[in-house]
């Protein structure tokens, strides 16, 4: 006699299930006479008997609007009672607002207050003076390895890259390699840099992006949050074609897909082979949700056509870096809500790619309706000249209050981050920079920065370098005079 029992459907198992099922303590000997018995008899169907099927069905799925998680604390976020007050500066809040004789309350690494006057709560508060000044938010560095190379001819101070065969690479997660202790995060915050996205490179799909304040020293907490976006690059990636490497995505992107649906499935083995390993595709699933950018390093014309019909098709957020040709087709961009990474300074092509660059670039963008921001690109050394990227923008045609939000806010946006970051507001986190001038004259830079509500000391190697040998006499030897 066969006996049956009831028990709900395992929360993983794709395939649905008959409410009535054999009961797990049968004895297997006479389970396995009953189930040869059936088959012989042809009623396996007749007495309810459900055998697994090579590949399951993939479940419904909830609604993205009813998956979507709050956003998570940063992780350096805890009360305190520090308070600061910054008053009389001209405040350009990073939207296009000014404020004329502002004032901006810091209490501990958050801004409380932002106007034309002190709120009652700030009696307590630290006061400093800054009539005659300018406050803007400070700079965001997007799409570069900062904290993950040190020097260029050195491997050991090199860990941007996951040097493998394999291109999709989307599981490496360079927030567990920041060095706190680069003495180039120092070189960048005083030219008023206060974050980065931390881009790693290489590959098809290069990794996971992390975002970090510029606060030197701090190993725990200065990752602010990782995993924000996944980084790629097109091109000649795969197979020595374009055609190629854009067909590689789309696989790696479909086998994500097929891996998130069906993972029950692929745990036994009952599915078809995929073509990147299990890690690099489960990092893909924010992408596939909406909830995370794919940022994708591109220029030719032709990649960016095809970019923006994957965005089209798919649905996703995709973002794009460098561009050179971007304006040559920025109203296929603007349609496809497509957001463009550019460095305005780089109209000398370095390829065939990037025949075609042009300074107005962000101007010629913008005008077409396309989300941009500004980046020194790729290159760690030279995020200092963030402010000077955005000047040159200024000078070909981009509005100035565009030309600050494309280094600020709309960075914050672009990797998801704008509820925290890139401009002066109630609730956000408080990096600012502080000006005697204009903040893209390439002659200007800022007084004083605050990382995460804290003024930090405006020196750095270069500084430290530039002070010992001002004064050459120092070193004269008695025997010279």
């Avoid at 561009?323 to 463009?340: F, M, N, S």
């Avoid at 000077?388 to 100035?400: N, Y």
Wanted: aromatic share 4%.
């Amino acid at each position: 006699m066969i006996r049956w029992c009831s028990f709900p459907s395992p929360a993983r198992t794709a395939t649905p299930r008959s409410a009535t099922a054999l009961c797990p303590t049968a004895a297997p000997r006479r389970l396995g006479r009953t189930l040869r018995l059936a088959r012989l008899l042809g009623i396996g169907a007749a007495v309810g008997l459900s055998l697994p099927t090579p590949v399951e069905a993939a479940p419904a799925r909830a609604p993205k609007s009813a998956r979507a998680p709050a956003a998570p604390a940063l992780s350096f976020d805890a009360p305190t009672e520090t308070a600061t007050v910054l008053v009389g500066a001209q405040i350009h809040v990073g939207d296009g607002t000014v404020i004329d004789d502002g004032v901006v309350e810091i209490r501990g690494d958050r801004i409380v207050s932002v106007g034309r006057e002190r709120t009652e709560g700030s009696a307590d508060a630290t006061v400093i003076d800054l009539a005659g000044q300018r406050i803007t938010p400070g700079f965001i560095a997007a799409a570069a390895p900062l904290g993950l190379v040190e020097i260029d001819l050195e491997k050991s101070t090199i860990d941007a890259e996951r040097k493998d065969e394999h291109p999709v690479r989307s599981g490496f997660d360079v927030s567990r390699a920041v060095n706190a202790d680069s003495s180039l995060l120092p070189v960048a915050a005083i030219e008023g840099v206060t974050s980065a996205a931390v881009t790693p490179r290489g590959g098809l799909l290069s990794g996971q992006v992390a975002w970090i304040d510029l606060v030197a020293g701090d190993y725990r907490t200065i990752v602010s949050r990782p995993r924000i976006a996944i980084s790629g690059q097109l091109g000649q990636q795969v197979a020595g074609s374009r055609a190629a490497s854009f067909a590689a995505l789309e696989r790696a992107l479909d086998d994500a897909r097929f891996y998130r649906d069906r993972r029950a499935a692929y745990d036994r083995r009952q599915t078809r082979e995929l073509g990147a390993h299990r890690l690099d595709l489960e990092a893909l699933e924010p992408v596939l949700d909406g909830t995370t950018p794919l940022v994708v390093h591109a220029h030719r014309a032709s990649d960016l056509m095809a970019l923006a019909d994957l965005a089209t098709r798919s649905g996703l957020r995709v973002v794009v870096v460098g561009a050179a040709q971007g304006w040559k087709v920025a109203e296929t961009l603007a349609a496809a809500k497509i957001a463009v990474v550019v460095q305005p300074s780089a109209n000398l092509p370095r390829s065939f790619d990037e025949l075609g660059a042009r300074r107005d670039s962000a101007a010629r963008l913008h005008e077409a309706g396309v989300r941009v921001g500004i980046a020194v690109l790729d290159d760690e050394h030279n995020v200092r000249n963030l402010g000077q990227e955005a000047g040159i923008a200024v000078a070909h045609g981009l509005p100035p209050q565009i030309a600050l939000g494309a280094v600020t806010l709309e960075l914050a946006r672009i990797y998801g981050m704008d509820d925290h970051y890139g401009s002066i507001a109630v609730g956000k986190v408080a990096n600012l920079a502080v000006w005697a001038g204009d903040p893209f004259e390439l002659s200007q830079v800022p007084t004083q920065v605050y990382i995460r509500g804290r003024a930090i000391p405006m020196r750095s190697r270069q500084t430290l370098l530039r002070d010992r040998y001002r004064d050459l006499r120092r070193f004269e030897s008695p025997h010279s005079r």
